[in-house]
């Protein structure tokens, strides 16, 4: 074993060769011959979820890895494998059967969503980035690089025009094209009748089974999902594997979820979905109420299923992450010092097609704008997107360099990412030295790309 062991740390990385059909993703794109880059096969699902587990020191259990494998499927995984290793159970997971999989060891992961998201007046095919890890063993040797460059390409081939992603470690990404284009807002909110004032009855406040919950707030969800950019339509097994538990990575066992309903008359207008703490608190303590999902069609709606989470008997702390920000429960407040709130990054974006990007959404103002854009050679270029009077744009690439013109505005990819749902002001980041251009057509920008509702990120994936 000592010998083994020995030549092993004895072994080259491997030959470097370049790998020409791969999106460049501003950095050498560089593959070892020692490491390949497969599509997963279905019985590697739970090696795949092993090295997430090592890389990002978690222990997901049998339960939340079946949810898992509901809503990422695995012709959808890619992971790298080194050749000169062989392959490694995880000493946490009892191997149920023999191992059918690829016999070498699996060192490196990435899964994609096909998701359908709203964009500010319409919708784009995005590819969600999830699964992201490198074992210990294996980090900086570009394995990650070469592992997002394998699944943008795949992306961009399915036709989808942008890539999303929840970042862990926010620094990484931007040399990779990504921007923070929603932030999210986490409240902790002291529970009490003052707060929201009392319940005025109207709309009714139910509490219903989780059948009944599903249908209602589904329903609900979709009849209102164009109103949001960030949000993407959700499957049923998306619901049930990711919605309806208290967390979907396991964070909470043994919590309880709660479903209520707001109705007026025989109609649905509003949906609160919550648990308390799983452990029993000392009495005179007040728990915590975790709000997992609050939704209502207008301010009345939601301001009354607010004051029902902020009312509750023996409840009191309200904890309410994943929320727009700036969000309407601050204003509403009638004394905002009760609520403490954290502002962290949410979604990430990156462009794969920006001409058919820009033209998928829709325009405050109408006009034309000359883009010089940077960043990653397969995005880079000059673009001018003209806007009609009904906010529809339409938007080319006229240059594959970003030759900046006397009456262009430049700036980063990541950057257009992040004014790209109207949540961060493009006048703000010029302030910040991140555009430039002419004052007049930042401003036409600035104008050009405000969204009338904030973007909001519901969820991790
Ligand atoms: C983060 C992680 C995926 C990086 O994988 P990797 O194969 O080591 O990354 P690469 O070698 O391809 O590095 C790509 C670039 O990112 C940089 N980078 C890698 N990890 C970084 C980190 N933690 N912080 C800042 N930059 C980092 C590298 O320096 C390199 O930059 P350069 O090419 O401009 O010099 C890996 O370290 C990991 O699995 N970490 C634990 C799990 C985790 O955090 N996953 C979620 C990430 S959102």
Redesign the pocket.
Known sequence: MAQHLHNLGRQSQGTVVHVPDNIELG?EVTKHTNYVVEQLVADAFDAFVDVMDI??LEDTQTSCRTRLARVLRSDRCFCVYDTRLPHVTNQNQPETEVFKGPCHQMV?TLGLYDLDMVVPGGRIEMAGVTA???RPT?????????MLSHGLQNARARGQTMAA?W???P??YR?FGFGSAVKVATHLITACLEILGPSLGDPMIVMVDRATFLDSARALYDRNLDKRPGVFRRSTDWWEARQLVASPFGSFPGACLRYALALRGEEVVGYLLFHTNSEKQDSNDGGVLFIREIFGTDVAAELELWRFAANHDLVSTLRAPFRPYPDPIIALARDSRMIKTTVSEGLHLRFLDVANALSARRYAISGKIDIALEGPDDVAGLYCIFVTSDGRAQCRRVAKQPIATDSSVRLHASTLAEVFFGGHRVSYLARAGQIEGPTDVIDRMDLMFLHRNTPVSLEIF
Do not use: D, F, K, N
């Not at 294996?138 to 070469?146: D, E, V």
């Open positions: 950095g890389s990002c490196a992201v890890s490198v294996h980090r900086r040797r570009g394995l990650l690089r070469q992603l970042a862990t470690e620094t990484i040399r």
